[in-house]
């Protein structure tokens, strides 16, 4: 897992940080949407077009029962917080203007020194399918379309069946 911490908003809000091991922030974009005013926080993350989303596991303090939680949560960088930021000037204002002063002041005066981050578990890679073993004479087919070609296929070969059902049919007259 890697480093997190808690900014506070107001009493009941605040936004978790998550630290890259580089030292780069992400900022859990539930939260930060919340604190906006989005009636549906996850959604408006999701959907937000041109924004870079990351999955990241953050852990924090439960205030209710003081246990600690960890969850996997979207995170944004700087710029999609930015840009949630200004879809949502017109709505609260006082909230966009403390994401973009004071989150981003004190997500930077906080940052834990490098060597506290503890970097993210890579994920790990699902087994590919063992590639098919080809002999040097089979061919790869591009089977796009393949349908369409088989039931041309079927199509000749139903009327070459009615052709040769007529040429039967018809008595040749034996030869001298």
């Known amino acids: ?46 959907r937000a077009e041109g924004v870079t989303l990351y999955r990241r596991t953050v852990r924090w303090n439960s205030p209710k029962d003081s246990h600690r939680h ?27 203007q403390w994401v973009m002063s004071v989150l981003f002041r004190k997500a930077e005066d906080e940052r834990p020194p490098l060597s506290e981050i503890v970097p993210q578990p890579k994920p790990k890679a699902e087994a590919e399918p063992p590639a098919p073993i ?8 591009d089977v796009r379309g ?3 070609k088989l039931d041309a296929i079927i199509a000749q070969c139903v009327m070459m069946k009615a052709q040769l059902e007529q040429m039967s049919t018809v008595q040749t007259e034996p030869m001298n």
């Open 1 to 46: 897992m890697s480093s997190s911490m808690t900014i506070p908003y107001r009493p009941s809000l605040s936004v978790r940080v998550v630290y890259e091991p580089d030292g780069t922030p992400l900022y859990c974009g539930k939260d930060v949407a919340e604190i906006l005013g989005y009636r549906a926080p996850i959604k408006a993350v999701q």
């Open 70 to 96: 960890s969850a996997q949560v979207l995170c944004l960088d700087k710029p999609g917080v930015c840009k949630l930021a200004r879809i949502r000037m017109d709505g609260s204002r006082d909230a966009a």
């Open 134 to 141: 080809l002999s040097e004479q089979a061919t790869v087919f």
């Open 146 to 148: 393949f349908g369409a």
